[in-house]
C-alpha cells in the first residue's frame, strides 16, 4: 500500500510562506502524476495543485501565482511552495496521486492567522 507522509504546515501569519512536504513509499513515485489537496473546516476537500510525471504543473485559480508545486524523484517526495498566505488558506493539507488513492494521509494543519 502507498503511505504518503505530509510535514511542515503550522501557524503562519498573513503574508507569510509554509514549504509542505510530502514522504511517500510503496509506489513508483516517478511514474505517478502527484497532487496536493486542502480541506477547510466545514468544507470538502479540494485540489490545490498538482504535478505531472513528466513536471507538467496546474494550480487552482485560488491559489495560481502564490503557490509552487515540485517534486524530487530521486526522494520520492512532493513540495508544495506557498506564498502570500491569506487566512482562507487556512486548512489540512494532503498528497495523493491525481485521481487520488482512495484513501488519505493524516495531512498536515496549516493556519493563518490575520
Known amino acids: 500500500q502507498v503511505q504518503l507522509v505530509e510535514s511542515g504546515g503550522g501557524l503562519v501569519q498573513v503574508g507569510g510562506s509554509l514549504r509542505l512536504s510530502c514522504a511517500t513509499s510503496?509506489?513508483?513515485?516517478?511514474?505517478?502524476?502527484m497532487a496536493w489537496y486542502r480541506q477547510a473546516p466545514g468544507k470538502q476537500r479540494e485540489l490545490v495543485a498538482a504535478?505531472?510525471?513528466?513536471?507538467?504543473?496546474n494550480y487552482a485559480d485560488a491559489v495560481k501565482g502564490r503557490f509552487i508545486i515540485s517534486r524530487v524523484n530521486a526522494r520520492n517526495t512532493l513540495y508544495l511552495q506557498m506564498n502570500s498566505l491569506k487566512p482562507e488558506d487556512t486548512a489540512d493539507y494532503y498528497c495523493?496521486?491525481?485521481?487520488?488513492?482512495?484513501?488519505w494521509g493524516r495531512g498536515t494543519q496549516v493556519t493563518v492567522s490575520s
Open positions: 495523493n496521486t491525481q485521481p487520488n488513492l482512495g484513501y
Open positions: 510503496g509506489t513508483a513515485f516517478s511514474f505517478k502524476n
Open positions: 504535478i505531472s510525471n513528466s513536471g507538467v504543473t
